[in-house]
C-alpha cells in the first residue's frame, strides 16, 4: 500500500531506540523526511547514521534534547517549522510503590511525558492549521486507562496525554489536520529488553523463558501471549501519519496486544 507520505517532514521525539526508533525507520521507508530526537548527542548521532546507511538516499537528520531542561527544548523549538508530521512518543517511567513517590518525581514524569507533547503541539499545531493539514500523534500507553499500582505517577501521564491529544483534535474542524492517541502495551522496547536480560542472567535462565514468566505475571490475560515489537505499534503510528487516515481524528487507538478489557 502506498501510504502517500513521499516529501512529508516527521519530527519524532525520544526517537533514538525503541517505539521511535521504529516509527522513524518505517516513515523512512515511506519516503518521509524524518527529524530524530535523544538527550544524548551521541546517541542521536548514531541513530542517524544508522537509518541512513539502511536508507542512504533519504533525507534524515537530528536535533538532541532533553526534554527535562527547558534551555534544550527552547532551543530544539526553534529549529522545528513546516512539520507535517509530529510524533508525541519521548516519555520516562520507573516502578515505584506510591508511598516512595516523592514530589519531585511527579513533576519530573509530568514534565517530559506530557509538557514534552504540550510544548511541541504549541509549536507545530497552528502552522499544521494555517496549511489546513498535519498529522499529531500521541504515542501513550493501555496504563493510561489501566492504571498500575506500582507506576500509578506514569499511568497519571498517560492517561494526560490522552485527554491533551483529544482535547487539540477540538481545534481541528475544518481541516485536514488530525490528532489522535496510540495506547500501547507491553513493548519489548531497548530498556524492557535490558531489564529482563539483567533479571534473566542474575536467576540463571534464558532471555526468552524470562519473557514468557514476566508476561504471565504481570499480563496474564494478554490475547497476543508475548511482548509487542515496537515495530507493531510503529505500523499503526506511520498509517495514521498518512493522508489515507484523514478521517481518524480526536481517537485512541489500541495497539495493547489485547490486555485492556473494556470494549
Known amino acids: 500500500m502506498n501510504l502517500k507520505l513521499e516529501g512529508k517532514r516527521a519530527f519524532i521525539s525520544g526517537s533514538t531506540q525503541g517505539i521511535g526508533y521504529a516509527i522513524a525507520q518505517q516513515l523512512v521507508a515511506e519516503k518521509a523526511e524524518v527529524i530524530i530526537n535523544g538527550r544524548n548527542e551521541e546517541k ?23 526534554f527535562g531542561k527547558k534551555d534544550e527544548v527552547t ?20 516502578l515505584k510503590n ?14 517530559i511525558n506530557v509538557l ?5 503541539s504549541k509549536k507545530l499545531l497552528p502552522q499544521m492549521l494555517e496549511k489546513k493539514t498535519g498529522r499529531i500523534i500521541f504515542i501513550s500507553s493501555e496504563s493510561g486507562v489501566n492504571i498500575p499500582g506500582n507506576m500509578i505517577h506514569y499511568g497519571m501521564t498517560k492517561a494526560a496525554m490522552t485527554a491533551v491529544s483529544n ?18 502495551g507491553p513493548t519489548y522496547s531497548d530498556g524492557v529488553a535490558s531489564t529482563i536480560e539483567q533479571i ?8 526468552e523463558q524470562m519473557k514468557n514468566i514476566i ?13 509487542i515489537n515496537p515495530n507493531e505499534i510503529a505500523s499503526l503510528a506511520v498509517y ?24
Open 240 to 263: 495514521l501519519s498518512s493522508p489515507l487516515a484523514v478521517a481518524t481524528n480526536g481517537s485512541s487507538l489500541r495497539a495493547d496486544g489485547g490486555v485492556l478489557k473494556t470494549i
Open 75 to 94: 532551543n530544539l523549538l526553534n529549529q522545528l517549522n513546516d512539520i507535517d508530521i509530529l510524533i508525541n512518543n519521548v516519555g520516562i517511567f520507573d
Open 215 to 227: 508476561m504471565q505475571q504481570t499480563n496474564p490475560h494478554s490475547l497476543l501471549q508475548r511482548f
Open 116 to 120: 514534552s507533547s504540550i510544548r511541541l
Open 200 to 207: 534473566a542472567s542474575m536467576q540463571n535462565i534464558e532471555t
Open 98 to 111: 506510591f508511598e516512595d513517590i516523592e514530589e519531585e518525581d511527579w513533576y519530573k514524569i509530568f514534565e
Open 167 to 184: 482535547g487539540l483534535s477540538k481545534l481541528t474542524i475544518g481541516t485536514e489536520v488530525t490528532v489522535n492517541t496510540i495506547l500501547g
Open 44 to 66: 542521536t548521532k548514531l541513530a542517524v547514521q544508522k537509518l541512513q546507511s539502511e536508507f542512504p538516499d533519504a533525507k534524515i537528520s537530528g536535533i538532541k534534547a532533553d
